[in-house]
């Protein structure tokens, strides 16, 4: 849930200040200072649509829309981060995104992870992205495309991101194996409400991965995620009468998935060239109750959700700095319940319509701390076909942002 | 029966964890440390390369097979000084290996243990990628070479204090070698003093400061930017007001660049294998420099 | 007894196995129980353990992939057959059940008869071999293990019967060269009878009570130098009975009778 800002902008740039000066006093990594980075995200959008944006069978949060058309600011990010002593690394993450005119600061991560527990040990506790599914736990300024595959955006929000803590294991094979499990307190979207006293949400993960040769890389992971909810909201929608009545759903929700992810590049030199191919499934469940709250009388129906989907997508740098990329999404929902008129105004009902999406990127990176990228989306997320174009520019000042694969 | 079992238990305790066949794992970042972790540690040693002379070392992939085996590594033996900094530190804290943690005794850092060159006096991004600690490159110069095996000596002992005399013996074998071997490259290298090149990256620094050789640019117009069309032009200037004896490039980056230059300047280009396994003949240390200096002095004539 | 036994690299890969194991068993034997199918899960073990040793016999490569196919064709075939008798002769299943099993077990004396290490072999996939698996044997039922769960837990509830058989004699065919028959069926049955009961996280119960379980096998085992199957064996029963037995005189939860009682 976001928090309306109540930083005064003057302080907002004071922070930005004196985060450039620190960058700049924090030359070396191993000094005391944290590493801090920055990173600015600026778009231009242009859609050929002028409805709302709509996903047919699914509760879509609010953070799920396709973005503003013309120029507008998109995911600024300040990451702070460093080892605490020799047990502890810890990193912070605040969002400052402008939304409709006003400045919101929202904290995505705010975590300390254990260093030497030992054995392949590690916990992770605090505010901090899921792992499961290959995309989740990454930083959308790391993405590929500007934004997240469909299917994210329609179970997840774009990202899961909760209050918990995480227990996780390298199991010491020859091949990496590693096994997880995660509580949290599920009262953001896609869970909500907080269920159980604050233990809502629970999740588990297995990756797998290894090389192939040396021009080759795999990682093939499994996970599920599962939540009590109660009263998650969605974006509002208007009857007849004029007032916003709000589709909240409580009740159990259970998501499983796989990703899959091919890495090749020509003697595991991925500087001049290298071909990403990656892949995701997702299933989720859910059976509950879906009610219009603000509606009068008061508008509810059971539910038994069946929802699943997947995304394709390849990216290929054929030339340094120069990349290339299609991503195709495709989602399903057979949704049920006992008065499919309620469904309809929760936006549950599929309409009989296969919501999907072909997008084609190219960007390109001067350094690896900036990027500009071009992408086309044509877009049947609902039944009117929308052809999107995306033009943005991703720069990432300070630290030495080390990604995972 | 019970015997049966309880001989089957000693085999298999004997076979899966005897003290007498232990060895110790060791993750060497670059092919250059796997081939001193070889020279020094031998049949006690049980190496893994993380990398190859193909790949730069400055963008590895954070691969999943890297953190499996960094969670199973005694010893890790890497350049250090930044140059890793992409993505050790990912892989350090995803493999939950407390023994090779910065600043534990299982990790060490080769290029802190000599003195670097190129260390700047302020640094910032519009200077390009530049290593705040100095030149990591330090694995050119066979002189540091020795002081880091000397400091890697005493690091097998204390994390295998059981092989001590058995390092000992073969640290004293491979400097005896190696301080020959110098003598003959220092002669050999004789007629290289004093030429001037034009290398791709600064990765040459130690080298050419041990040979005398001066390096009159670079292909790079800032470090970690690759080489553009606007820079080759700038360099062609320099080199025609100025002419140099060759243009260099390693295994891992690509040669357009360099040969472009070549063909518009008349200057010959040379690629020099850069690390062990760079060249078919180059499989330890020695091969290194002897192939080198065989190879800068062919680029010569 | 023998304190030293306890060596984490002994021991290690043989409770990852167990943990493996635990991870599908659990579920799966809770549908077992409610379908109130026992014996099923005996009788494909033992046909997938006929597979292993028709692959044995014409000389084929222990672990190799042609003997895991045939093993799991076998059980596949066995599951089959068993899924056409319950459709047609739904009165008699038990019946044919318990003859499939015997039939398997026969069968597998035969071809062993003139095989000397025969006696060994049959003991080893009836108790197991839980403490010779390897890290490398373990990898592959990770993966096989994780996608199963993935089905399951994906599409539980769409399961129909026939894809409920496929995913169960996929299962027990890497665990019963894990851990052995009798395992197989304990580690199905044992946990599920326990949770049977619980109104609410019956399935991280049965987790905990399984994985309990086998860690105090694998420990005795070591320290009594006694084979792990068979203990683990009991081992299970033991921590099934004290779960069961918590519950019931803390009187939290309300006994039901299971249906068709």
Redesign the interface.
């Known amino acids: 849930m976001k928090k309306k800002s109540i930083v005064p902008e003057l302080l907002l740039w004071a922070i930005v200040f004196a985060s450039f000066y620190s960058v700049a006093l924090a030359a070396k990594q191993g000094d005391f200072n944290p590493d801090i980075s920055l990173t600015l995200d600026g778009r231009y959008g242009s859609y050929s649509n002028d409805t709302d944006y709509e996903l047919p069978g699914f509760m879509l949060g609010a953070e799920a829309t396709r973005g503003e058309q013309g120029f507008h600011l998109g995911h600024n990010e300040l990451s702070i981060s460093s080892n605490v002593d020799d047990l502890f690394y810890g990193k912070l993450t605040t969002a400052i995104a402008d939304h409709e005119g006003t400045t919101e600061i929202e904290l995505e991560e705010a975590y300390i992870e254990t260093l030497t527990l030992g054995q392949g040990m590690k916990v992770k506790a605090g505010r901090f992205f899921s792992d499961i599914g290959y995309l989740n736990n990454q930083h959308g300024h790391v993405w590929d495309f500007m934004d997240a595959p469909l299917i994210y955006r329609g179970l997840f929000g774009n990202q899961i991101i909760d209050d918990g803590v995480q227990l996780s294991w390298l199991v010491p094979t020859e091949l990496y194996f590693k096994v997880g499990v995660e509580a949290t307190r599920g009262e953001r979207f896609p869970a909500g409400g907080a269920a159980n006293e604050g233990k809502g949400a629970q999740a588990a993960f297995v990756k797998f991965g290894d090389d192939v040769g040396v021009s080759h890389a795999w990682q093939l992971g499994f996970s599920h995620w599962r939540a009590d909810i109660e009263d998650r909201e969605s974006g509002g929608h208007d009857d007849l009468a004029g007032a916003v009545s709000v589709p909240t759903y409580s009740g159990e929700s259970q998501v499983s998935g796989i990703d899959f992810i091919w890495k090749w590049s020509p003697n595991g030199n991925s500087r001049e060239r290298n071909l990403k191919i990656q892949a995701e499934y997702f299933t989720r469940k859910e059976d509950g109750e879906v009610e219009l709250a603000g509606s009068n009388p008061l508008a509810q129906t059971t539910y038994q959700g069946d929802q699943s989907g997947w995304y394709l997508q390849s990216v290929y740098q054929f030339i340094p700095r120069w990349r290339v990329g299609y991503r195709y999404d495709h989602l399903s929902a057979n949704n049920e319940g006992s008065d499919a008129a309620v469904l309809a105004e929760a936006g549950l009902d599929s309409e009989g319509h296969t919501p999907e999406r072909s997008t084609l990127m190219l960007d390109y990176s001067h350094s690896e701390f900036s990027r500009i990228r071009l992408q086309v989306a044509k877009d049947d997320s609902y039944e009117d076909s929308d052809t999107l174009v995306f033009l943005q520019y991703i720069v990432t000042l300070g630290a030495h942002g080390a990604h995972r694969f | 029966m019970k015997l049966c079992i309880r001989s089957i238990s000693i085999m298999l305790t004997l076979i899966i964890s005897p003290p007498l066949m232990a060895k110790i794992n060791v993750f060497a970042c670059e092919p250059e440390w796997a081939s001193l972790v070889d020279e020094l540690g031998g049949e006690r040693l049980s190496r893994y390369t993380a990398t190859t002379a193909y790949q730069d070392p400055h963008h590895i992939e954070a691969r999943p097979s890297l953190i499996a085996k960094i969670r199973r590594a005694d010893l890790l033996v890497c350049s250090g000084a930044g140059l890793e900094a992409g993505w050790l530190p990912v892989l350090l804290r995803q493999a939950g290996n407390n023994r090779v943690m910065p600043g534990k005794t299982g990790n060490f850092e080769a290029a802190t243990m000599v003195e670097r060159l190129d260390v700047p006096i302020d640094v910032d991004r519009s200077m390009g990628d530049v290593h705040a600690a100095g030149n990591p490159h330090v694995h050119l110069d066979p002189h540091r070479i020795q002081i880091i095996a000397k400091a890697l000596l005493a690091r097998l002992k204390s994390i295998d204090p059981e092989g001590a005399e058995y390092y000992q013996l073969r640290f004293n074998d491979f400097t005896q070698r190696w301080q020959q071997a110098i003598q003959q490259w220092e002669q050999q290298a004789g007629a290289l003093k004093g030429i001037r090149i034009v290398v791709h990256h600064r990765d040459w620094v130690y080298l050419f400061d041990w040979l005398g050789i001066e390096i009159t640019g670079a292909l790079e117009p800032k470090p970690g930017l690759p080489a553009t069309v606007g820079h080759l032009a700038s360099l062609k200037q320099m080199i025609t007001a100025t002419p140099v004896d060759m243009i260099v490039h390693t295994p891992y980056q690509g040669p357009r660049a360099a040969k472009r230059l070549a063909q518009i300047t008349h200057t010959p280009v040379v690629e020099l294998p850069y690390t062990v396994g760079g060249a078919e003949q180059v499989n330890n240390l020695f091969d290194l420099f002897t192939v080198t200096i065989a190879t800068l002095k062919g680029g010569l004539k | 007894m023998n304190w030293s036994?306890i060596?984490l690299?002994?021991l290690?890969p043989a409770l990852?196995a167990g943990l493996l194991v635990t991870a599908t068993h659990v579920p799966l034997g809770q549908r077992v129980l409610q379908r109130g199918i026992i014996f099923l899960d005996l009788a494909i073990a033992q046909v997938a353990g006929l597979g292993l040793i028709m692959a044995y016999s014409i000389g084929w490569e222990p672990g190799g992939w042609l003997v895991q196919l045939v093993t799991m064709s076998a059980a596949i075939v066995g599951v089959l057959l068993l899924y056409y008798t319950d459709k047609h002769w739904p009165q008699i299943q038990e019946a044919l059940i318990g003859s499939l099993f015997v039939l398997a077990s026969s069968g597998s004396i035969l071809l062993l008869a003139t095989n000397p290490h025969g006696g060994d072999q049959l003991k080893e996939l009836l108790a197991g071999q839980i403490?010779?698996v390897g890290?490398?044997q373990?990898?592959p039922v990770?993966?096989l293990y994780?996608?199963i769960?993935?089905l399951w837990?994906?599409?539980a509830?769409r399961a129909n019967s026939l894809v409920f058989y496929l995913l169960f004699a996929l299962t027990i065919t890497a665990s019963v060269q894990l851990v052995g028959v009798y395992l197989v069926f304990a580690s199905l049955i044992l946990p599920a009878l326990a949770i049977r009961n619980m109104p609410k996280y019956a399935l991280v119960y049965g987790y905990i009570v399984s994985a309990t379980g086998y860690v105090l096998g694998l420990v005795m085992a070591a320290i009594f130098?006694?084979?792990a199957g068979a203990i683990i064996v009991y081992s299970l029963a033991l921590t099934a009975i004290l779960f069961t037995g918590y519950w019931k005189v803390t009187g939290k939860v309300q006994f039901k009778e299971l249906p068709g009682d």
Request: proline share 4%.
């Open positions: 036994a060596d690299s002994i290690g990852i403490l010779w890290f490398d373990i990898m990770a993966i994780s996608a769960l993935f837990f994906g599409y509830r130098d006694l084979p």
